[in-house]
């Protein structure tokens, strides 16, 4: 299955500012998924990022907030803007290593552990 | 909205037993399912997924498929401390997962 190289692991941040999360694939895969994880919480959908299209954002989620990008196959980045302590949480990224439509699961990275103060 | 129903636990079990974790979903049409494992701090580990009615065999770890009474179940076979942590149960709805709320495993040594 695919490595994914998440970073950072984790973050400190004052509320109002951006924080850019990276998630770097060691192999070509069609799409990459950003998931929240509230404290205690399971995983929630915000949006799927597909190289050369705009992401497409889970109900609750818009792009002003959490703006996208995926300029190539094996990397994309999820950024949380205008943080606040609601934001606080962990982010993963994952993708389907096996490739499109396949019943194999998905993979995920390590997560970014972010707290707004 | 599709749903995934997990008891939130914990399940605790002594070390040595058979645990079962039980999962419902609210799409009859749902055609795959997964397991996965998250230890605390830990990001999601893929354990298994099953798609066929009955049951899917992978070492100490049976999971079981319902389609018509849409559940799908998880059992661990002679459950080991390192067993504790938390099991989510996902179902892919189109090309997406959508993850139960896990329930909580507690294997007493």
């Known amino acids: 299955s695919a490595v994914i190289s998440q970073k950072p692991s984790r973050d400190i941040c004052q509320r109002g500012t951006s924080l850019t999360i990276q998630c770097q694939v060691d192999s070509q895969v069609t799409m990459m998924f950003w998931y929240r994880q509230q404290p205690g919480q399971s995983l929630t959908l915000i949006a799927t990022a597909n190289q050369g299209s705009e992401a497409t954002y889970e109900s609750g989620f818009v792009i002003d907030k959490f703006p996208i990008s995926r300029p190539n196959l094996t990397f994309s980045t999820l950024t949380v803007s205008n943080m606040s302590p609601e934001d606080s949480s962990i982010y993963l990224c994952?993708?389907?290593?096996?490739?499109?439509?396949?019943?194999?699961?998905?993979?995920f990275g390590s997560g970014t552990r972010l707290t707004v103060v | 909205q599709k749903e995934v129903e997990q008891n939130s636990g914990p399940l605790s079990v002594p070390e040595g037993a058979i645990a079962s974790l039980n999962c419902t979903y609210s799409d009859r049409g749902s055609q795959s399912f997964f397991w996965y494992r998250q230890y605390s701090g830990k990001s999601p580990e893929l354990i298994m997924f099953i798609y066929s009615n009955g049951d899917k065999e992978d070492g100490r770890f049976t999971a079981q498929l319902n389609k018509a009474s849409q559940y799908v179940s998880l059992l661990i076979r002679d459950s080991q401390p390192s067993d504790s942590a938390t099991y989510l149960c996902a179902v892919k709805d189109s090309y997406k997962l959508i993850f139960g709320s896990g329930t909580r495993l507690l294997v007493r040594p």
């Open positions: 994952s993708v389907d290593s096996a490739g499109w439509g396949s019943n194999y699961g998905y993979t």
